[in-house]
C-alpha cells in the first residue's frame, strides 16, 4: 500500500508538525534502518544508546523515501520535523494504515500481573460470544506489547480477515515509549501494581504515573480498575474517564478446583 506523506501527515494528528523538501510517496514505516525498502519512512529514534538521526543517510541509500526527525537534517530527502519523534511514529503509522484501531472494539489490560491471564480470558469469553477476536501480548511476540509501527501493521492485519475486537496487554514499557500513540481503546482495565520494571522508571511513583497514561481521554474511552489495590482507587477517584472499579467485594460462593472455578458476581452465577 502506497500513500502521499502529506496526506499522512495530515491525518496523523501530529502537533506542530512542518513538512519540508515536497512532498513523497511512502510505503512503509520503520525505526530499523535494516529494514528500511524502498518507498519507506524512516523514523529516527532517540534512544538510551543511540541516535536513530545517525543512521539517516544509510537509510536514504537503503532506499528511504522520507524521514521523520526531531531537527532538520543536510539530506536532500523530504523531512517531516516535528518536536518528538517517538510519539510522532505511531501517529503516522496509525494513519499510513487509515487508524485501524478506529475500526476495532480494542480492550487495552495493564498490570503489573495478570495482563497475560486477563486478555487470555477476556478473549475467550468474547469468542464463545461469536465475536472474531484477535490478541497481543506476552504469548503473541517478542515485545508484551510491540513497537508502534508493527502494532498498527498488526491491528491492520486483524481489520483486514474481519476481526472485530482486539484485547491486548499494554504495558509500562510501551506507556512509557508511546508505543501506543495512535490506538484508541474502547475499554482500558487495570489489574494491580507491583514493585517490578524499577529499572526503566527509577520509582514506584513514576512507575504508577506509565501505568496512568492509559487512563487518560487521549488513549481510552472508559476504565475498568482494581479497587482492592490502593493503585486501582487513586484511578477511581482521578479519573477523568468514565471509571467503574470491581474487588474481592462483587463476588461470593466462589469454587475452585484444577480445572475450573465459578463463584457469584452481583448476583450472577458465573
Known amino acids: 500500500m502506497a500513500r502521499m506523506l502529506r496526506e499522512v501527515v495530515g491525518q496523523a ?3 506542530r508538525a512542518e ?21 519507506a519512512l524512516f523514523c529516527c529514534l532517540r534512544g538510551t544508546h543511540s541516535d536513530g538521526h545517525t543512521f539517516a543517510a544509510a537509510a536514504r541509500s537503503a532506499g528511504a523515501g522520507a524521514l521523520l526527525v526531531d531537527h532538520r537534517l543536510d539530506i536532500d530527502i523530504p523531512q517531516v520535523v ?9 501517529l503516522v503509522a496509525a494513519s499510513f494504515l487509515r487508524h485501524p484501531s478506529r475500526a476495532l472494539t480494542l480492550i487495552g489490560v495493564t498490570g503489573t500481573n495478570g495482563k497475560t491471564t486477563t486478555t487470555s480470558l477476556i478473549a475467550s469469553v468474547l469468542r464463545a460470544a461469536g465475536r472474531p477476536t484477535g490478541l497481543i501480548g506476552t504469548l503473541t511476540g517478542v515485545h508484551t506489547t510491540p513497537e508502534s509501527p ?7 492485519d486483524f481489520v483486514d480477515h474481519g476481526t472485530t475486537t482486539v484485547v491486548m ?5 510501551a506507556l512509557e515509549l508511546q508505543r501506543v500513540a495512535g ?3 474502547d475499554v482500558a482495565v487495570f489489574t494491580n501494581l507491583g514493585r517490578d520494571h524499577l529499572d526503566l522508571h527509577g ?23 482494581n479497587i482492592d489495590d490502593p493503585h486501582g482507587r487513586l484511578l477511581l477517584d482521578a479519573a477523568s474517564i468514565p471509571t467503574e472499579g470491581y ?3 462483587d463476588i461470593d460462593d466462589v469454587v475452585v478446583s484444577a480445572t475450573n472455578h465459578s463463584y457469584r458476581w452481583r448476583g450472577e452465577q458465573i
Open 13 to 15: 494528528g501530529l502537533d
Open 19 to 39: 513538512l519540508i523538501g515536497g512532498d513523497a510517496e511512502i510505503n512503509a514505516v520503520t525505526f530499523d534502518s535494516r529494514a528500511v525498502v524502498d518507498g
Open 82 to 90: 516535528v518536536p518528538d519523534t517517538r510519539p510522532a511514529m505511531g
Open 150 to 156: 508493527e502494532l498498527q501493521a498488526r491491528l491492520a
Open 169 to 173: 496487554e499494554v504495558s509500562s514499557h
Open 183 to 185: 490506538c484508541h481503546f
Open 203 to 225: 520509582t514506584e511513583e513514576r512507575y504508577f504515573a506509565a501505568k496512568a497514561k492509559l487512563f487518560e481521554p487521549a488513549l481510552s474511552e472508559m476504565a475498568i480498575v
Open 247 to 249: 474487588g474481592s467485594s
